[in-house]
C-alpha cells in the first residue's frame, strides 16, 4: 500500500462541447453581369491570394467606350485649361470658365463609369483563401447571381457551439481551446475562444459561443462536427490519485489514515477529472494523508504502517506497508 498527504496543486476546469466548424471569411463567388465567360483563371481547389483575376468575361464595347470616354476627357481637360488662361487675362468671362470645369468633370465621371464597367469584366477573389469547386465554363452565358465557385479563408477557422447557462460565469474571450476531428484521428487543434453571444437560448437554455481555431495544413474544413475542450482559468484545488478512489453504489470513498494510524472511510464529493487525477470538492482537507493504492486490502479500523509515502497525493507514490 502506499500513502500520500492531501495537498492543494495547480487545476484547470474543462469544459467539453461538440461545435460546427466554418471559415473565417466565406463567399459564393458570382456574377453581376449577365456576360459571356471569355476565360476561366482557376481551378477547383485552387488555393489564390487577394485581388487574384478568377474570370474574365467579354468586354464587349466596354473597351472601346473606355477609350471614348478617355478622349473626350482630354479634350474637355485641354479646353478647361485654355479657358483658365483667357480667364486670368480677363478675356472670358469667369462663367464659362465654370461651365467648362462642369464639363470636364462630366467626363472625368463618366471614365470612372467605363473603367468600373470593365472591371466588373473581370472577377477577382475578395480575400486569400481555397477556392471550391468550378462550375462555369469558357463560353459560358452567366447571368447575375449565377455560381462561380466558392471561395473559404482556411488558416483559421470559427467553430460555433453551445454551452449550458449554468457554465456562463466560467466563460471569458481568450480561454484556450483544443479541437478535435474524427477525420483526423489523434491530431489537436489549437485556438482561442473569441465570442459569447450576447442572449441565452430559452429553448435549449444555452449560450452560443464561437472559437477561432489554427489550420495551417487546410485540414479542417467547413460543416466538419469537432469536439471542442475549453480550458477555464488555473486554479488550486485539493486533488487526489484516481486510483485511490472507491466507488459503493453511488458513494465515492476514500481511505484516510487516522490520527491512530487506522484506515478511516470517508465519503467524498468528486470534481472533474485529468490524466488519472481527481478533485475532492467535499470529505478531504489539506493535510490529510489518504491511502493511494492496495485499498483493496483495507478495511475500516486496520491498522496502517507507513514506510515510505509519496509527499503529496499529486505526486508519483512510493511504497508502504500494511498490516
Do not use: C
Not at 112 to 136: C, H, N, T, Y
Not at 139 to 154: E, H, M, R, S, V
Not at 228 to 248: D, G, S, T, W, Y
Amino acid at each position: 500500500m502506499t500513502t500520500a498527504e492531501v495537498a492543494t496543486a495547480p487545476w484547470i476546469d474543462r469544459l467539453e462541447a461538440v461545435g460546427t466548424a466554418r471559415a473565417s471569411e466565406s463567399i459564393a463567388i458570382t456574377s453581376k453581369l449577365a456576360e459571356r465567360v471569355e476565360r476561366v483563371r482557376f481551378e477547383s481547389g485552387q488555393r489564390v491570394e487577394a485581388g487574384q483575376v478568377l474570370v474574365e468575361l467579354d468586354v464587349g464595347g466596354d473597351v472601346a467606350d473606355l477609350d471614348a470616354a478617355r478622349t473626350a476627357y482630354r479634350e474637355a481637360q485641354r479646353q478647361y485649361e485654355r479657358q483658365r488662361q483667357l480667364a486670368e487675362q480677363r478675356l472670358i468671362p469667369t462663367s464659362q470658365l465654370d461651365a467648362q470645369r462642369a464639363t470636364r468633370d462630366a467626363a472625368q465621371a463618366r471614365v470612372q463609369q467605363a473603367l468600373a464597367r470593365v472591371a466588373d469584366r473581370a472577377i477577382i477573389a475578395p480575400f486569400a483563401g481555397v477556392l471550391g469547386l468550378r462550375e462555369v465554363s469558357p463560353g459560358q452565358l452567366l447571368q447575375p447571381g449565377t455560381a462561380i465557385t466558392t471561395l473559404d479563408a482556411l488558416d483559421t477557422m470559427q467553430v460555433d457551439f453551445a454551452v449550458p447557462e449554468v457554465h456562463l460565469a466560467r466563460l471569458a474571450e481568450g480561454l484556450a481551446v483544443e479541437a478535435r476531428s474524427d477525420a483526423w484521428s489523434g491530431q489537436v487543434f489549437r485556438g482561442r475562444l473569441i465570442s459569447i453571444d450576447s442572449r441565452v437560448d430559452v429553448a435549449t437554455r444555452s449560450v452560443a459561443v464561437r472559437a477561432a481555431v489554427e489550420n495551417p495544413e487546410g485540414r479542417l474544413l467547413p460543416g466538419m462536427l469537432l469536439t471542442l475542450k475549453v480550458f477555464e482559468q488555473e486554479r488550486l484545488a485539493l486533488v487526489v490519485p484516481e486510483i485511490a478512489v472507491l466507488q459503493i453504489g453511488t458513494q465515492s470513498y476514500v481511505y484516510r489514515v487516522d490520527a491512530e494510524r487506522r484506515a478511516e472511510l470517508v465519503p467524498v464529493r468528486l470534481g472533474s477529472r485529468e490524466l488519472g487525477r481527481v478533485e475532492v470538492v467535499e470529505g478531504l482537507t489539506a493535510g490529510d494523508r489518504i491511502v493511494i493504492d492496495g485499498t483493496v486490502k483495507l478495511r475500516p479500523g486496520l491498522a496502517i504502517r507507513e514506510s515510505e509515502t509519496a509527499p503529496s497525493a499529486g505526486s508519483a507514490p512510493t511504497p508502504a506497508a500494511g498490516d
